[in-house]
């Protein structure tokens, strides 16, 4: 932020060197006026109109200077907020982006940092220079005649008590503006993300109306932002016609009765003049100041808000694998591991105890709702227990650096998102250097092969929202590549293959072992087919395991576990009937 | 389909940069954004003839807000008239009276600078901010007659910055640009006017920098259009890689590509600052320089003037009130100079919008559309065939028939063009070749408000808006009870899940549903289905997601739901399939079989081969 002052500084001196060349300019016009015309004096209209055009070359050259200076600092502060503001977003954890629309985070990166910017390149140099020239208006009429000087500043408590009313409900006003552009945001962003429901449903104008509301509240609140500044912005510009009313009034009777000169009323009113303009700026600048503060307020509301899930101080990383194959899988502890969203909100989890050891597979059952997805989330702290610990190895994931624990965890989750991007650069997102060997390897576990070769450009077809569209089934495969390539020590599948045809499920599952050697392996699958294939079955309701044991012996001794599959396999006992008759 | 990758974009966008405008066709980079960007230069010359309407029920009160602006200029000239007034009769005399008097003029003369002034920023607001909103509402309106593939084409972040930050570009202008500028033309003409009239000569004598000013402006215009138009372009990637990060923020962290995310949108920011360096640096030398062309005007001036003063030609009063109406024709040419800055800005964000603006719905409404009122729900497919977007062909000849009321299944693997066959029913698209019916009737004859309420659309990602359960339900018919949005929710069997949330069905489900499971995601958007009560109904892939339990409850709906309902599934599972009273196996875009299962079953074909794996998997 130095570097920043230092150039505020210098491009306001810059404005108060043009201010002053601004000035200087009439002096010599009178001098050619007064000396050259009127006295004839020789050379000197030559002379001075000379130095007029110095004097109007220096001052484009200052002027450009000072615009370029205030107007870069400007887009540097945009730049550094934008980019600290990315960063930071990309460190908070899942559960603040489940809770805050991406449209208001969009917009606090966009419109927030855009109205910081404007008010710093054009705002706020004018606004030092207008209260300087305030200020030694102030003092010249002062020197010129105290009096009238007091009955001028008689003004000034009424003027600060009405700036400071005017700006706090300014404030207010504007910080609402931004809010509601946050949420026009967010409503342009789902209806473009939505736009399949919409479309299927036939719903073009409930979200039409939900713009329109939006949109409509920003009229509104624009509008009381303009009924302020139509209060506030010819009051300030008339006040120093007010008192020169007041200075006609009473300095003619002065001048009358000779306590002062008629030039000094005279040149009291040029200075009263000379605070027109600025005051007349201070009502608009203080519209830009205002709306720079609501925006800055919303920037560092997203900029304080901690990351819960950091590395913490001493974080240490995961120690490597032993040699061999068989050391690479990890153990999984749960020690009485509780989450919820909020205080005294329904916990999604509660009291979980669950050991798995290395290179088990297991698979993680249990109705919709029961906490299947967020039990694997708390591996690679993509969400922090509220209570209990999880551990890796024995290592608390809460005091392991997150590079070294991520990049033990593959997740796939059940709708992965794929970047705009070649599907190399997607494969390999975890890791950029791999070769396209490996990329192809990769695939070729994932039984991802023939989505390479059915894209027109093969590896470097872009997919992703604006790329190839994908089905289902490829993105979820895509995404299981991406995340073999990076040789997982623990592979989560969050119910990654569900969109995947049975066939295709279990070639990929048993050709797990060859492509991850001796991986732990948990899985949240609802298939009996995808279920055998685990060594254990841990079966959850609403946050808690109510049974863990191999497929065969739940199924055999579990009643919850049996009316969990014994509806799945309903329908295949139907069409078998069929069949056989 | 050669889509350049963000990076080659962004790396020749800066390449091309400072070329001028003989190369600035290639600052948006590869074939497809050219082709985007030529697009948008031919809106742009429209962009005025988009606006134009939206401005013009205003213009009244442009006209008024422009009066107030002279009213005011007119208040303030008399001013010192009135001090003179008061110097040479009040207070050289020593009258009194007349002191009171003018202090009393005075006095009326700012009430009626406040009340003009006041009068002018309101005014002004109210058009202004109108005409933004209906910029809005007429851009979001358009977007959502879209189709699909021009969805599919575009990316969230560039639309949301259409939306938002191009609109802003069009702020400054709508709001004090226009009343700038009506009230500097009128004040220019008329001081040109007194110069004229005053000396003739001299005034001539000035205009020799008008010239100087007009080809200024002219070359102001040509290199800032461009300049301009990259700042939006950059914003609005910066928009796009912003909005990509964060709905992707938790691959990102699991993949700990944060700090890669991170600097890769540090490069478009860069691009996006660096594209502010160029107007800036524009702007920092044009408008002091029209400055110092008004300064140089007053020096014209002052020589020309003052030889004739010196030779007796001219009378120095003259020549000082000229070089007064100087700066007052000259501060107008001012303040329209920087107005052409949010001008200039204003017209590449018009432009911008203009393009989406001008892109046609691909999926219309005939031009005679055929109403639909009571669909029984009677689907033929035949010879349709499909492309994406002159992408290759993934549909030949498919031909298909689902009677009303019955259930047909399709099955196959992943990417074999099962989705597409539900899409093109849906009419998120139309068929290349073939046609398709609904009741006997082209769905491209049919009313589009018709065909959407008679059918239903469950996609496979179950996408919730946020808000709360009842919202999403009530999403299906906005008209909707609360009792009526339960009774749905009862008949798929989410009920007891949705009851069993913190606030039941005013339970805040968060952006795209995420504060709920996927499964308790798609029974929601079961019920939304279901209370749209649709002639047809569409489930893409959709049980899938559904533990079980939940699958079993849905099945046993599906069951009430298909008595006088056509329904169209994709489902790997056969707990759906076996409902089915036909099964299509699609392969290659092909149907490579179709007919009732047990038939199928019994004549040993792909679904019977099929079929005993599975039940080999699922024993």
Sequence with gaps: MRPFWRRVT??????VTMLAITSFIPLVTRTIIDDGLTRRVPGVLGREIALLMVLAVVRWVVGGLRRNLSGRVGTDVEYDLRNRLARHLLTLEAAYHDRVPTGQLLARATSDVRSLRYFISWGMVFLVLNLLTFAIAAVQMWLLSPRLCLVVLALAPPLVYGALRFNRRLHRVYWQVQQEIGELTTVV????????????????????????????????????????????TPLLAILPQLSLAAILWYGGRLAIDGQITLGTLVAFNSYLLLLAWPLQGLGMLFGFAQRAAASAERVFEVLDQPPAIADRPGATALPAPA??????????????????????????????????????????????GSGKSTLLGLIPRLYAPSRGRVLVDGHDVANLTLDSLRAAVGIVHQEPVLFSAS???????????????????????????EVVEALPEGLDTVVGEQGYTLSGGQRQRVALARALLMQPRVLILDDALSHVDVDTEAAILAGLDSALGSATVLLVANRRASLRLAERVVLLDRGRVVAQGSHEDLAAHEPAYRAVLAHAGGGVDRLVEEAAS | MSRPTPRARGAMGRGAMGRGPASSVQTYGAPPEVERSSRDRRAGRRARAWLWPLVRPHRRLVGLASAAVLVQTGASLAMPYLVKVAIDRGIVPRDLSVINRVALAYLVLVGVQFLAGRFEIETVARAGQRVLYAVRTKLFRHLQTLSLDFYERERTGRLVARMTADIDAMSDLVTDGLVTMVTGLITMVGVAIILVVMDWRLALATLVVAPLIGLAARVWRRWSADAYRRVRETHSVVTVQLQESLSGVRAIQSFRRERAT?????????????????????????????EFLGTAATVVVLGVGGQRVLSGDL???????????????????????????SFQSATAGAERVGAVLAEQPSVREAPDPVPLPDPRGDVRLEDVCFAYDQGPQVLHDVDLRVDAGTTLALIGPTGAGKSTVAKLIARFYDPLAGRITLDGIDLRQIRLADLRQAMGY??????????TVLDNIRFGRPSATRAEVEAAARAVGADQVITGLPDGYDTQVGERGALLAAGERQLVAFARAWIADPALLILDEATSNLDAASEARITDALQRLRSGRTTIIIAHRLTTIAQADQIAVVEDGRVVEAGPPDELLAGGGRFASLYSRWLAGAA
């Design chain 1, 10 to 15: 210098v491009a306001f001196l810059l404005g």
């Design chain 1, 189 to 232: 962003e789902e209806a473009t993300a939505g736009v399949r429901v919409v479309k299927a449903f036939g719903r073009e104008q409930v979200q039409t109306r939900r713009l329109e509301t939006e949109a409509s509240s920003i009229l509104d609140q624009n509008l009381e932002a303009a009924r302020l500044r139509a209060f506030y």
């Design chain 1, 323 to 368: 040699e061999g194959p068989a050391g690479r899988g990890v153990r999984i502890t749960f020690e009485d591991v509780s989450f919820g969203y909020e205080e005294g909100a329904r916990p999604v989890l509660a009291g979980i105890d669950l050991d798995i050891a290395p290179g088990s597979r297991v698979a993680v059952v249990g109705g919709t």
């Design chain 1, 423 to 449: 599907l190399r650069d997607n494969v390999a997102f975890g890791r950029p250097q791999a070769t396209d060997e490996e990329v192809l390897d990769a695939l070729a576990a994932a039984a991802a092969r």
């Design chain 2, 262 to 290: 991170a600097a890769r949108l540090e490069e478009a920011n860069h691009d996006e600052r660096v594209a502010h360096w160029r107007t800036i640096g524009l702007a920092s030398f044009f408008f002091p320089g029209i």
């Design chain 2, 315 to 341: 009378e120095i009063g003259v020549l000082a009130a000229f070089l007064l109406y100087l700066r007052n024709l000259f501060d107008p040419v001012q303040q329209l100079s920087e107005l052409y800055d």
């Design chain 2, 458 to 467: 469950v996609p496979q990602e179950g996408f919730l808006f946020s808000g």
